[in-house]
């Protein structure tokens, strides 16, 4: 390693990982892992279990995943007005669940459901629907959630700091003794969620290939289990489940963010505690322990729209000593900057696509390395190309200088995943997952230092062998995915939604310190500048580490002119003053920066990161990159190979498709969709057309946003002194204006082959004050902007019609006083549920359910989370320019949080009036139109085809 690069190296090493993290075990067993950190005012916090789907019995798989719903519904004291009485109707449920396998035919499997339907309305009448989602966000809570993995569970939230012991409380409570009421409910809503993944393009090859692959551990099976058997649930199965896994030695609390480490031990061995001791079973690793390959093992299908092959290597467990080597193996070959050896066959045009990617579980591992060859390129003969260059692997073939820098890369993102306390609390509950200390991560960061080019040599001789397992995807499609039709289930009641259990009511009498709320602060928490008329600079600074990120954002997009969209495609493909695209590369990887460029209707940005002892070396780059970018027609070819990809994949995926339908009925044919160059125009374009479009691009006004640690004034020297604008830069005028409508209609698009409807609904409406959008937040969160909304109410937790909802009015981002507002609410539904969800949607929209009982709640949400929420530190220059366009003089949540005390059920329904009410209500659905049943509605229809939303 040169000189420079080792100090700049070892520079990182001392600057970048400094984070403390203390490890404490209770007397029961359960793991405590706390991080301090007063950067921002929040908590991540987090509970961890050791079981995942793996641990899944063999006859019901996708048990720990819908547990994990389950573990929503709250508990004997959270969630209901009277437990005693709902107590018996759950039991009675779950004792004929364990009914439902045993039924002979459908007739008496239908008479059954139709029992635990009827029991199960009758227990809803106790339940107080989401009351744990309610009491997490009335004491600060965000972002609450969990997620289910092969190997582990893990619940969390984001809060404020002084609802500290109001959490430990709560979390304590959820874990003790969870309740499985509203169970057919949730179930339902699991069953979205699985025809959800089955409607997206490639699922089904993942679970199929998954099978292939992993012969004898229950990696093998999909998280979310087998639609036989979420058709047969049992909820004693379920509580045995718990019994097993849910116990403290399984366990860990993880919290990371502004506390006092000293202060909140007290009140964590008071909660968690109390948990009851004990170990999980443990996992029989060793019989599931799977052979090596034989060979080159094939197999092929037809899956996604196009030809695509993929090879696939045994691999190693996420605590294996020679991960980090592997891991280096697969980036020598493919990495980020695209300066591996794959990459190149990608820069010399043999292939469409190129990666390689290293999958690591705690089990076992693989490395995969995918590809995409050119239209009519051989699947054999890239295969073979691939086997070549991992070949110059394994000989130790590679620069020395690709091996160097790629240390400097993965040190970087290490640094970067550690910032704030949602990916640090998430880091930690991976490593707890996989039974590693902080401190041997942070020994693995050093490791990538110390790594020699020998143990790259020797561990890729070790695991890419010629035992493998090869995939090829042939054009087309075969077999159709699993479908659950519509169960005639009728609506759960919500009579208790203004009610509190007695848990909630003790919990509200524990004091706890005030919080005063943070806003940004225009004149000291950034500083915007201008480097000429029309180029705003605006800078913030980074506390943790001496990584920079900045962004030059030219106010020139897609509705400017449709080939912008191109350009993200096409100009990192492209060399620059003189030096190939690989050397340019090399150049920016070796001072440790990198570079990506965006697109939005509206602009082209070009967005770089490194480390502020490089930032002038980068800008002179960057500046080469903007002004000395060379044209080159033989890159045409990739982009029209990219194009004509990125078109077949959007025609096999419902939500783009969705979403496409969506924004030609809003914005017709300046819709980004159809507004852009069909891969006919590209194959027959020179590059030099986009080069000179971002040449224009560039004219146009222009905002840097810098986040570092150089002050202001220096950042902007070295700007002035290292990149070059125009003489006159060009004012924004750029803005998308929405289509009007003067009677409500439904428009259908037809999409072939998928079990769910993407169901929309759009009204346009009108233009609003700064005092109107504020009152669009709030009318937002009361509508459907969060569980406690009353879409998600109504959808979701009463008719389990979609797995996820949302409803919100949307002003436009610039503040443009003749650019009209409008209301958008977004699901996805079996395609026989269609006439039940735009039934219900319509109804909502059209005369708002009054539910004033939610606004406390609504207020406690608003009034916690600009407690909690403070834009990390990356984000405020972004933050910063958003309220700039907005026409803001200050923090618009100071204006949000100065009208909390007086937002009442009035003020909802002033806002809906004005804006909502009486305004044409268009219905878009994107499916099988020819199922969806909603031909009996007596309004006017439209049909559309999929060449009438996206240019192909």
Known sequence: MANANRFLFDFMIQNTITQTVNTVKLDNGLTVILAENHSEPQVFGAVAVKVGSKNDPPDHTGMAHYFEHIMFKGTDKIGSVDYASEKPLLDRIADLYDRLPLCSNAVQRSELLHEINQLSIEASRYAISGELDQLLSRYGGSKINAYTDYDHTAYYNIFSPNHINHWLAIYAERFRNPVFRTFQAELETVYEERNMYADMPGARAIEDIYKKVVRKHPYRNPIIGSVEHLKNPSINRMTEFYRQYY?????????????????????????????????????????????????????????IPLKAGAICYRGVPLAHPDRVALEYCAQILSNKSQTGLLDHLRDDNRLNMVTCIPLS??????????????????????????????????????????????????????????????????????????????????????????????????????????????????????????????????????????????????????????SPPIFIDMQKDFTCDEIQPNVHLVTGKNPLNSIFTIAFLFEFGQNANKLVELLPMHLPELGVGGQTVNEFRMAMQKIGSSYEVLDSPNSITIKVNGFDSSFEKTMTLVNSFMKNIEPDNRQIKKLWMDVRSRNKMEYKSLQTAGKAHQYKIMYGEMSQYLNRASSSEVKNMKSSEL???????????????????????????????????????????????????????????????????????????????????????????????????????????????????????????????????????????????????????????????????RITNIQNIIRESINTFLPDFRSIPEYATSLIRQGYSEDFRKQMYEGIDLLDMEKINEFYRKFVSGRPVIHLLSGNTYKMGVDGLSVKKQKLELKDVMRH
């Open 247 to 303: 116990v403290a030695g399984n366990m860990a609390l993880v919290l990371v963010g502004d506390f006092d480490t000293r202060k909140i031990m007290p009140a964590i061995e008071q909660t968690f505690g109390k948990h009851p001791a004990g170990d999980a079973p443990a996992f029989p690793v060793e019989q599931y322990r799977e052979e090596p390959f034989k060979g080159r093992e094939f197999f092929s299908g037809r899956y």
């Open 361 to 514: 579980l705690n089990d076992m591992g693989a490395v995969v390395v995918g590809f995409i060859p050119k239209v009519f390129g051989s699947l054999k003969k890239n295969e073979n190309r691939m086997m070549n260059i991992i070949d110059r692997l394994k000989s130790g073939n590679f620069d020395d200088e690709v091996f160097n820098n790629l240390k400097i890369s993965l040190v970087k993102e290490r640094a970067m995943s550690v910032e704030s306390p949602e990916r640090m609390g998430n880091l930690l509950v991976e490593l707890f997952s996989r039974g590693q200390q902080w401190d041997e991560y942070r020994a693995e960061t050093e490791r990538c230092r110390t790594i020699s080019r020998q143990e790259i040599i020797d561990v890729a001789n070790r695991y890419f062998t010629g035992n493998r397992f090869v995939f090829y995807n042939k054009t087309g499609f075969s077999g159709k995915a699993e479908k659950i039709k519509k169960p005639e289930y009728a609506p759960l009641r919500s009579p208790n939604r203004d009610a509190q259990s007695e848990f909630a009511r003790q919990l509200a009498l524990q004091a706890n310190p005030p």
């Open 691 to 853: 080069t000179e479009l971002f040449a224009k691009a560039q004219q146009y006004e222009t905002t840097i946003e810098y986040v570092g640690t150089l002050p202001h004034s220096r950042v902007k020297e070295i700007i002035a002194s290292t990149v070059s604008f125009p003489e006159t830069v060009i004012p924004s005028e750029t803005r998308n204006e929405i289509i009007e409508y003067s009677e409500p209609f439904i428009s259908q698009l037809y999409f072939h082959g998928v079990t769910q409807t993407d169901c929309r609904v759009y009204i346009p409406s009108q233009c609003g004050s700064f005092e109107d959008r504020v009152a669009a937040l709030y009318f937002t969160l009361y509508f459907g902007g969060c569980p406690a909304s009353v879409l998600f109410h109504e959808v979701r937790e009463l008719r389990s019609l979609s797995y996820s909802v949302y409803g919100k009015f949307q002003f436009p981002f610039r503040r443009y006083a003749e650019i009209k507002g409008y209301v958008e609410t977004c699901l996805s539904t079996q395609t026989d549920k269609t006439l039940d969800a735009v039934e219900l949607l319509d109804s909502l929209v059209k005369e708002l359910p009054q539910q004033p009982e």
